[in-house]
């Protein structure tokens, strides 16, 4: 097993409610559309319906209509992701009680922005991580790969059981919101998504024993992939001039619907377990119709995605970083107390998901 020491989640300062967002956006997404038209009432509707109350940004929201095209946003997706980036990734550690001289690997994920050098290289330096540690820049996943994330440095740590590993998620979506967009696609993302980063810290079995880590410390015992069929267009992005447009189809839901339930019974029957013994979930927030997807696919208690629901309503949908903020709100604000496993789950670009089975 690999052992989870330290996680922690950050937004940016600049928090909104979304009636304030929605007004911003609709001018922005819409540009000269009326007020009172038909495709500003239908953009209202979508931000009314979106479950989300408050957001965080990485701008003022005065200043993304002077945002001049791609290659400003992504100046903006570094400068703010490093210092978030740093803020988790030091707060992590803090939690772990580790150094960042201790940190053997550090993988980065992100789908709101690039940067060559990548992140983790650029946070070598400002937080003092040795020069030989092992990098890995993730691209392309999206919401999937906060839950991914951990099951790679899961699998790193197997062959590694003395290491230490940390996963740093930097999303900042609402720099990709496209101007003069009026597809639903993006309506959806200009309701729905919101800025933040996170850090997860994990460490190997010898490690663990070696610092006389608790048993009541989440562990991760194993993990899954599953890519859909026919599936490539069901979310992601179009990149072009404009920099990320964002691919979002209907169907997200009716994928939940159709292979969910199977991917968990299968998944835990492989370690004599079944849905019902499961106490927690950890659940991307990805958006009301898909969180009551996961409930329906799963047969829940009306109770078990809580904790998914106060996070999209609080912050919004992160992509990668929602679930991890969820994990750390579960470990902060609902312990488990029955010792019962949990799944922490996700879905993403593919369209895929991925599971991880946890002990605490």
Not at 13 to 39: N, Y
Not at 80 to 104: F, M, N
Not at 145 to 165: E, K, Q, S, T
Request: glycine residues 12%; charged residues 20%; proline residues 6%.
């Amino acid at each position: 097993m690999s052992h989870v020491l330290g996680v922690s989640g950050a937004v940016p300062g600049r928090a909104h409610p979304q009636h304030e967002i929605t007004a911003a956006f609709a001018d922005l997404v819409l540009g000269a559309e009326p007020p009172g038209s038909p495709k500003r009432r239908l953009l209202e509707q979508v931000h009314a319906s979106a479950g989300v109350r408050t957001r965080h940004l990485a701008l003022p929201l005065t200043e993304y209509a002077g945002l001049a095209g791609f290659g400003a946003a992504n100046d903006v997706f570094i400068e703010v992701g490093l210092a978030l980036g740093r803020q988790v990734i030091e707060q992590a550690l803090r939690s772990a009680g580790l150094a960042p001289a201790d940190v053997d690997l550090l993988a980065t994920t992100t789908v709101t922005g690039v940067a060559a050098p990548s992140l983790d290289a650029r946070l070598v330096g400002p937080l003092g991580l040795r020069d030989d540690v092992k990098r890995v820049p993730m691209f392309g996943l999206g919401c999937v790969a906060g839950a991914a994330g951990i099951a790679r440095l899961h699998d790193h740590l197997r062959g590694d059981p003395d290491g230490v590993a940390v996963l740093l998620s930097v999303e900042l979506c609402s720099l990709t919101v496209q101007r003069g967009d009026a597809s639903a696609a993006n309506l959806v993302g200009s309701a729905l998504f919101g800025d933040g980063a996170a850090a997860v810290v994990l460490v190997g079995d010898r490690r663990a024993a070696a610092m006389g880590v608790e048993r009541s410390t989440p562990r991760v015992v194993a993990t899954r992939s599953r890519l859909y069929p026919d599936s490539e267009r069901v979310m992601g992005w179009d990149i072009g001039g404009t920099g990320f447009r964002l691919v979002l189809a209907a169907t997200v839901a009716d994928l939940v619907d159709k292979y969910l339930a199977d991917d968990v019974e299968l998944f835990l029957a492989g370690h004599g377990l079944r849905t019902g013994d499961v106490g927690t979930w950890v659940a991307h927030p990805g958006g009301p119709k898909v969180i009551e997807a996961i409930e329906r696919a799963l047969d829940l208690p009306p109770d078990a995605l809580d904790v998914t629901r106060q996070s999209l309503a609080e912050v919004g949908n992160l992509s990668s970083s929602s679930v991890l903020h969820v994990l750390q709100r579960t470990l902060r604000d609902n312990p488990p107390g029955d010792r019962r496993p949990a799944v922490l789950l996700a879905m993403g670009p593919g369209f895929c998901s991925e599971l991880v089975l946890l002990e605490w």
